[in-house]
């Protein structure tokens, strides 16, 4: 059994405790901390409620990597699961180099003032986790995460090479709010408004947010939904470590209710993340904008739907043209049964507990800066079967694959 320390008290800490909770043979004590403690105690009780585990819980300023460090020593813990913001990256992997134990991300790291997602500012910490002995595991949520994997996988067992990644994320929810983000608003709203990126014959080209789209039928039933290109992070690490991939894209569904909100949001600036001041006091109206919304943590009591989420790859295999379509369906209403929490939380908070299993158990535990498909995709791939996302493969002809023809 492992000590854990969990930073980071929302949606998707929840769910990372519950599941962490369930899983006591590897798991054996557990510590939750945030900025507000009332959250963590509000979770704990949940896990006690639910699965049956007393966990630990503290107040932590994740900005502050000596006050991080002390609380990693006073826990104990061999292992950082970071699901705070993805601005406090660089401030929790100093604290685990100070304290002398492993680390993991959901999310690469972006600066609070530049709404720019790269992964060059944590990958430069690869020589001084080298050279301590630890690890560090960058993305373990599911996009980026699980589509990693599911590259690597495909890679492994289907391809010889791959030539070009469609990464689809549809979310046929609906939480019944006027209007509200599946995620944190503020890190929601800085992705999709950045400049869509995409990779295509080795560079990558940039175009105006959301500015291609069309339409997409999920598998299953789930429905036929509208997918917009923007840019995600995992594009820029898997075109690294598989460098016969051609093209590689992203792509997630929005509603007309959600684009048209977000067009007057932008037009009237309070989508803006550099400061104003209102009153005599500096406020950055995108982080008042999160303050009003509603809490993607309390939607899960309402949200109904699925999400779908996969990749259509193609390549070639044994000199032969080969399309597959590997991906993950995910029930709202059966995640708020099992955890209290919705399924956006719950498709990033399972895969977290995962890659934290894999760094305590599994072997992925080697020095320096990883993400995730520079490690064997199999054990990963069981885990998610065995711990509520389960997966599904389909064979495409090369013109399905090249349509989105998959269900």
Not at 140 to 156: E, H, R, W
Not at 268 to 279: A, K, L, P
Not at 366 to 380: I, L
Request: glycine share 8%.
């Amino acid at each position: 059994m492992h000590k854990v320390l969990i930073i980071g008290a929302g949606g998707v800490g929840s769910v990372v405790a519950h599941k962490c909770a369930m899983l006591p043979e590897v798991f054996g004590e557990i510590t939750l901390a945030s900025r507000t403690l009332s959250k963590c105690v509000a979770i704990a009780e949940s896990v006690k409620e639910k699965v049956g585990r007393e966990i630990a819980f503290a107040k932590v300023d994740a900005d502050n990597s000596d006050e991080t460090a002390e609380l990693i020593k006073k826990t104990g813990a061999s292992l950082l699961i970071n699901v705070a913001l993805p601005y406090q990256d660089l401030n929790l992997m100093d604290a685990c180099l100070k304290a002398g134990i492993d680390y993991m991300d959901t999310a690469n790291y972006e600066p609070l003032d530049v709404a720019k997602f790269e992964y060059s500012w944590q990958w430069a910490y690869q020589q001084k986790f080298e050279e301590a002995g630890l690890s560090a595991l960058l993305g373990s949520g599911f996009d980026p995460g699980v589509t990693n994997i599911f590259t690597a996988y495909a890679l492994k067992h289907y391809f010889d090479e791959i030539h070009t990644l469609d990464i689809i994320d549809v979310n046929g929810g609906d939480h019944g709010r006027a209007f509200a983000t599946n995620f944190n608003p503020e890190i929601n709203i800085r992705e999709v408004t950045a400049e869509c990126r995409h990779w295509e014959e080795g560079q990558f080209v940039e175009t105006a947010p959301m500015s291609k789209h069309q339409t997409f039928t999920c598998p299953q039933e789930v429905g036929t939904y509208e997918i917009y290109r923007m840019y995600h992070e995992e594009l820029e690490s898997l075109v690294k470590h598989i460098p016969t991939i051609k093209r590689a894209q992203f792509w997630m569904s929005f509603s007309q209710n959600y684009l048209k909100h977000l067009e007057v949001l932008e037009n009237v600036g309070m989508t803006r993340i550099d400061e104003v001041e209102y009153n005599g006091v500096k406020i950055v109206p995108l982080q008042f904008l999160k303050a009003v919304l509603p809490n993607p943590g309390d939607l899960g009591e309402t949200t109904k739907g699925r999400t779908c989420i996969g990749n259509v790859i193609t390549g070639v295999k044994d000199g032969q043209p080969k399309a597959i379509y590997i991906y993950n369906i995910c029930d709202h209403e059966k995640c708020f049964a099992e955890v209290g929490s919705q399924a956006i939380s719950y498709t990033t908070g399972v895969p977290a507990m995962i890659g934290a299993k894999q760094l305590l158990t599994g072997g992925w535990s080697k020095p320096g800066v990883w993400n995730m498909e520079q490690h064997d995709p199999d054990s990963f791939m069981e885990d998610l079967n065995q711990n509520g996302l389960p997966w599904q493969v389909i064979e495409l002809t090369p013109e399905q694959a090249a349509s989105f023809s998959v269900a």
